[in-house]
């Protein structure tokens, strides 16, 4: 009976090490990595502001609450992939840091936005990038560089 004592702490362990990952992977897909960071070329907007506004809502980032600030990504798609191979310089654990800038639009939610009524500042700024890699596709984006 010993072993069976010893056997269902690793099981359990295991099984919420599983569950920690498949939160994690959910969490960070390239899909969600698109849907959130990538526009190219840039959605026609009269300005910056208004096109913040229109993006984060269109994103569906504007649901449950206003999201407080995103980053949209105007390059083609594959050179945003390229960053996890040639295009990319290995920084730490999955990091990479891009080898060439992009231009960028950094939208930061309005004191007192409320959902249905998100409104936005918006940064502009052609730096290079940071993103987390997994499998050879960039999941998710780091503020590092960002304006
Ligand atoms: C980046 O933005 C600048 C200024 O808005 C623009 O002139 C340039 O064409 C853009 N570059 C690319 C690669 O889209």
């Known amino acids: 009976v010993r072993w069976a004592q010893g056997d269902l702490c690793p099981l359990l362990f295991r099984t919420l090490i ?3 990952v498949c939160l994690t992977h959910e969490g960070a897909s390239y899909r969600q990595f698109v849907t959130q960071h990538f526009d190219n070329p840039k959605t026609n907007a009269a300005n ?3 096109y913040c506004n229109l993006l984060m809502q269109r994103r569906g980032l504007t649901r449950i609450f206003c999201k407080r600030r995103n980053t949209f990504i105007h390059a083609p798609a594959g050179q945003l ?3 996890c191979a040639r295009g990319g310089t290995h920084v730490s654990l999955n990091l990479y840091d891009s ?3 992009f231009n960028v639009t ?5 004191p007192r936005s409320l959902p249905g009524n998100c409104r936005y500042r918006a940064a502009i700024g052609n730096t290079k990038i940071r993103v987390a890699c997994v499998k050879g ?3 998710h984006l780091e503020p590092t560089y960002l304006p």
């Open 81 to 83: 992939q390229a960053i």
């Open 48 to 50: 910056d502001r208004l």
């Open 106 to 110: 950094t939208c930061r939610v309005l």
């Open 18 to 20: 599983l569950l920690a």
């Open 99 to 101: 080898l060439e800038s």
């Open 137 to 139: 596709l960039p999941v």
